[in-house]
T-cell receptor
């Protein structure tokens, strides 16, 4: 049973527009959420995180929104650039937990 | 500063063999975690070590084992390899368990079992 779900396997966006990647979770014990970007043949690169005490965190072009009541988070990339084309993973962890639980990823393609 | 390093980059083994993968964390990080990623899936947690002690274990068989050394580097061992063990093995480091929650990943070791 998947605890972290990324229901969109792929997303295509034009350069300069907004990319919105979505993630749902089922475990109410999760209190820390992260987004990673992964290029082929590389390890995941940390992008941005958010604690459950917040509902928004922003870092440059990347903003993560957390809706705890809906158990939903999203990553907004504005403006999207061709170099953003990669697989994006949502991950979550529980308080004092050890493991990051990952979704299956969403492949973002940004066309110029 | 150097990031997480892993060796080897690629490895080809046959069924039944044993493999050892190595990881060096970011300088100052005391916790190391191991993940397995198969094609089309997100990374799946195998182990976490902190201060040389196992702090967490995922749903993997006893063929998988790991250890952490005094310099915080780590090894992942897999015995009696199966075809299904073919995957990208990722090592991640973090400052401490529980506190700083972000884990930083290395480039991975691509294991192919024939």
């Amino acid at each position: 049973d998947q605890q972290v779900k990324q229901n969109s396997p792929s997303l295509s966006v034009q350069e300069g527009r907004i990319s919105i990647l979505n993630c749902d979770y089922t475990n109410s014990m999760f209190d820390y959420f992260l987004w990673y970007k992964k290029y082929p043949a590389e390890g995941p690169t940390f992008l941005i995180s958010i604690s459950s005490i917040k509902d928004k965190n922003e870092d440059g072009r990347f903003t993560v929104f957390l809706n705890k009541s809906a158990k939903h988070l999203s990553l907004h990339i504005v403006p999207s650039q061709p170099g953003d084309s990669a697989v994006y993973f949502c991950a979550a962890s529980a308080q004092a937990g050890t493991a990051l639980i990952f979704g299956k990823g969403t492949t973002l393609s940004v066309s110029s | 500063d150097a990031g997480v390093t892993q060796s080897p980059t690629h490895l080809i083994k046959t069924r039944g063999q044993h493999v050892t993968l190595r990881c060096s964390p970011i300088s100052g990080h005391k916790s190391v975690s191991w993940y397995q990623q198969v094609l089309g899936q997100g990374p799946q947690f195998i182990f976490q070590y902190y201060e040389k002690e196992e702090r967490g274990r995922g749903n993997f068989p006893d063929r998988f084992s790991a250890r952490q050394f005094p310099n915080y580097s780590s090894e992942l061992n897999v015995n009696a390899l199966l075809l299904g063990d073919s995957a990208l093995y990722l090592c991640a480091s973090s400052l401490v368990v529980g506190g700083a929650r972000t884990q930083y990943f290395g480039p991975g070791t691509r294991l192919t079992v024939l």
